[in-house]
């Protein structure tokens, strides 16, 4: 029996879309906080439990039965080492024989401010003595796609990662590797995988992909990561999240959003999804 925390995010959707491909919808447990507000979930016929980090007990009923787990890593940046830990203990009582974890491209080198709860889950996973595979998933373009109807508005794309090289993939791709991750048998077993995108591109590559879809003038307008987060911050972001978002683009000015292994082709058995592709269905969904 497969399981997946965080089922009902956008990534745990697509990783049981995958899995219905070749998987029995009873073998999935799609492992949420709120079992409500997955209702679409359970018509398709997979089993959903509750799973909440902050209540263990919950964990140890979710998992009951599992074989492989699929870690989501949480949302709530600052507390995740301790929420993936409660979620360890409980696979690791429940008898589950894989964790597959989505960590952070390069998490044991990597100098995004993110990246450090990341190091402390894949040491927790390690330490559990469970075996494991280890998803570092680099960025997703639809990172990006988020701030097409602004930069469309205002005919500039904000970024401070200078010239630096981003190889982003769709999140349908890293869903398929997680669903490849779980249904490989012990072949990935103990395995890291650095994923990303086949093809990198800077910001101003992609304001220029814009305008040419669109039709309409859209420049890159490079800031310090300061004036990049205050944006960030005036465009509603909570400021928590838009110093992350800063962080990420300001450190992605030395690589760290770019990787050139195409372990994620690899491991999907097909070319990742170009950010052209990305742009043009952001663009048809406005």
Not at 8 to 32: C, F, H, P, W, Y
Not at 41 to 68: C, F, N, S, W
Not at 182 to 203: C, H, I, N, P
Not at 260 to 283: C, F, K, N, Y
């Amino acid at each position: 029996m497969y399981a997946i925390t965080g089922a009902s995010g956008q990534l745990g959707r697509l990783v049981i879309d995958n899995l219905l491909k070749t998987v029995s919808a009873r073998e999935i447990v799609a492992a949420v906080r709120t079992p409500d507000k997955a209702s679409d979930l359970a018509a398709t016929g997979v089993q959903v439990r509750e799973a909440d980090y902050a209540r263990p007990e919950t964990l140890a009923i979710a998992l009951h039965g599992v074989e492989k787990l699929l870690l989501i890593s949480s949302s709530e940046v600052g507390r995740r080492v301790a929420q993936h830990r409660a979620v360890v203990e409980a696979a690791k009582a429940a008898g589950v024989q894989l964790i597959a974890y989505t960590s952070v491209l390069h998490a044991d080198t990597s100098a995004l401010g993110l990246a450090e709860e990341h190091r402390q889950t894949e040491a927790l996973i390690r330490g559990a003595g469970t075996p494991f595979v280890m998803l570092r998933n680099g960025w997703y373009t639809e990172n990006y796609m988020a701030g097409l109807p602004a930069a469309l508005a205002h005919q500039a794309l904000l970024g401070a990662a200078g010239n630096g090289r981003i190889a982003s993939a769709a999140r349908a791709d890293y869903a398929a590797a997680a669903a490849t991750a779980l249904t490989s048998g012990d072949d990935l077993d103990g395995r890291t995988f650095e994923l990303a995108g086949d093809d990198a591109y800077s910001l101003a590559e992609l304001a220029a992909e814009i305008t040419r879809q669109s039709g309409r003038p859209v420049g890159y307008k490079n800031l310090p990561e300061s004036e990049y987060r205050t944006a960030l911050v005036g465009a509603g972001l909570p400021a928590g999240l838009a110093a992350l978002v800063a962080d990420s683009d300001a450190q992605a000015a030395h690589g760290a959003l770019f990787d050139e292994g195409r372990q994620l082709s690899a491991l999907i058995g097909r070319p990742t999804t170009p950010m052209a592709a990305s742009v043009g269905e952001a663009l048809r969904s406005r």
